[in-house]
């Protein structure tokens, strides 16, 4: 067997991006929560394995198997933009495990109001890991800005939640158990969009269709943005839509009635089930490498690339997750 090639293009995912079943397998592959027990020294592994590639030295025996590989691990722990190794709760790889624990108990837990409070705070606390680690593009944020989001998305979370609590307390049990859907829908509408507040002001990188960069585009990350909050709550309806209905009939049984403390296990496992395959495929409902064409964008920035490069057209940009 020869070497490897090195006409494979790991800049761009192993599937066919511009289908939504390329981008689904390709999110299946970075949402894969067995990512999360690998090593450090195999992180620094596959690391090096891509790196050493981009600059043209293959390692002998490489594989193009095992060069995918060692990129999805690469891509699943390290950001795009900056390089940095992301905290572990921050990764993708992290959304399912984490997000059925938390959503689980959260639907489980709606109906005190101490309860509530906790968990939507936990929620945030954890969506701030997230937001900020799976940002675009690689501009600084503060910690008075990671302050204010945090602060700001928790405070709309709990106030959606106790505030739809109080209105639904009269209706039927069931409509009371789609109150933290709305607060969690509520609070990704502020959280997401305060806590990329910096890629508001000045910008995230844009490119052109090899990858040059092009400049920093406002337009571009509030495109992002937009689709990223689309995206999260396509992801939570699911998990908080399905279990709920499902729980409240097995709860009016008399195997549930005799053994409630099978309730909130039953509930998380049901949570998980869902989100294992709405993770990726939400993930999936806009290309990670998203495009915009020139004429939207910011006057400034459009003169400069038809003056530089006028044959662009279409200029792309990580959107982010």
Known sequence: MG?????????EPRWDQSTFMGRARHFFTVTDPRNLLLSGAQLEASRNIVQNYRAGV????????????????YD???HPDTGEKLVLIGRMSAQVPMNMTITGCM?????????????QWVNQSFNAIVNYSNRSGDAPITVGQLGTAYVSATTGAVATALGLKSLTKHLPPLVGRFVPFAAV???NCINIPLMRQRELQVGIPVTDEEGQRLGQSV?????????VVISRICMAIPAMAIPPVIMDS?????????????????????VG???????????????????IRVSRLEPDLRAQIHEQTPSVQVVYYNKGL
């Open 58 to 73: 293959v390692a002998p025996g490489l594989t193009e198997d095992q060069l995918w590989r060692a990129k999805y691990v």
């Open 107 to 119: 639907l489980t837990f709606y109906r005190k109001t101490p309860t509530v409070v906790f968990w």
């Open 219 to 227: 337009a571009a990350a509030k495109q992002g943005i937009f689709q």
């Open 273 to 291: 089930f869902c989100l294992v395959f709405a993770t990726p495929l939400c993930c999936a409902l806009f290309p990670q490498k998203s495009s």
């Open 76 to 78: 699943s722990a390290f």
């Open 3 to 11: 070497e490897l090639s090195l006409n494979i293009n790991i800049q």
């Open 185 to 187: 829908a509520a609070a």
């Open 250 to 270: 097995l709860e009016k049984k008399d195997f549930l009635k005799r053994r409630p403390w099978l309730g909130a296990p039953l509930q998380v496992g049901l």
